[in-house]
T-cell receptor
Framework: EDQVTQSPEALRLQEGESSSLNCSYTVSGLRGLFWYRQDPGKGPEFLFT???AGEEKEKERLKATLTKKESFLHITAPKPEDSATYLCAVRSSSNTGKLIFGQGTTLQVKP | DVKVTQSSRYLVKRTGEKVFLECVQDMDHENMFWYRQDPGLGLRLIYFSYDVKMKEKGDIPEGYSVSREKKERFSLILESASTNQTSMYLC????????FGPGTRLTVT
């Protein structure tokens, strides 16, 4: 069964304190891994797609990486406005029409 | 930029009422999706559609139906709303990545 697990559930950082969020997955055949950002009361905002192990994508203070079993979202020198819930999702070869979402990591960055 | 709009941000309905939630996308995507999101349960797929007049059940279709008469529009219908359908409803569209609308927070009293 396709599965996505995110850790930690919640993360508190001081402004400028870099860290990483983890997304572990088990799928029958990966057809894409997706990262989203969600602010309270809003819909998820698409950030990145990663297709194959070794691939990396960057956007401002965020960098996503992918291995054969997990993905990391690295946050460098975060600011309070980076506070949000970060969701990871995968598309597998057995469920090409759907995304399987993790439960998310809620990040709080204190000034 | 992809734009997905939903008909209401907040909605309050009474038990037993028929509820329509509408979603419109402007990117000519074949695929559209309806999710609900509840604390501790994450995003759960209700229904999706990969073409006009086509629909597929997601993980939690009970109590819901959908309609897709035009490519850009995907409607979620609660035939007889119940209190356990109080939730945040999110529409998404996309042929690979999914792009989400702002959400509708539905309260059924």
């Amino acid at each position: 069964e396709d599965q996505v697990t995110q850790s930690p559930e919640a993360l508190r950082l001081q402004e400028g304190e870099s860290s990483s969020l983890n997304c572990s997955y088990t799928v029958s055949g990966l057809r894409g891994l997706f990262w989203y950002r969600q602010d309270p009361g809003k819909g998820p905002e698409f950030l990145f797609t990663l297709y194959s192990a070794g691939e990396e994508k960057e956007k401002e203070r965020l960098k996503a990486t992918l291995t054969k079993k997990e993905s990391f979202l690295h946050i460098t020198a975060p600011k309070p406005e980076d506070s949000a819930t970060y969701l990871c999702a995968v598309r597998s070869s057995s469920n090409t029409g759907k995304l399987i979402f993790g439960q998310g990591t809620t990040l709080q960055v204190k000034p | 930029d992809v734009k997905v709009t939903q008909s209401s941000r907040y909605l309050v309905k009474r038990t037993g009422e028929k509820v329509f939630l509408e979603c419109v996308q402007d990117m000519d995507h074949e695929n559209m999706f309806w999710y609900r999101q509840d604390p501790g349960l994450g995003l759960r797929l209700i229904y999706f559609s990969y073409d006009v007049k086509m629909k597929e059940k997601g993980d939690i279709p009970e109590g819901y139906s959908v309609s897709r008469e035009k490519k850009e529009r995907f409607s979620l219908i609660l035939e007889s709303a119940s209190t356990n359908q109080t939730s945040m409803y999110l529409c998404a569209s996309g042929n690979y990545e999914q792009y989400f609308g702002p959400g509708t927070r539905l309260t059924v009293t």
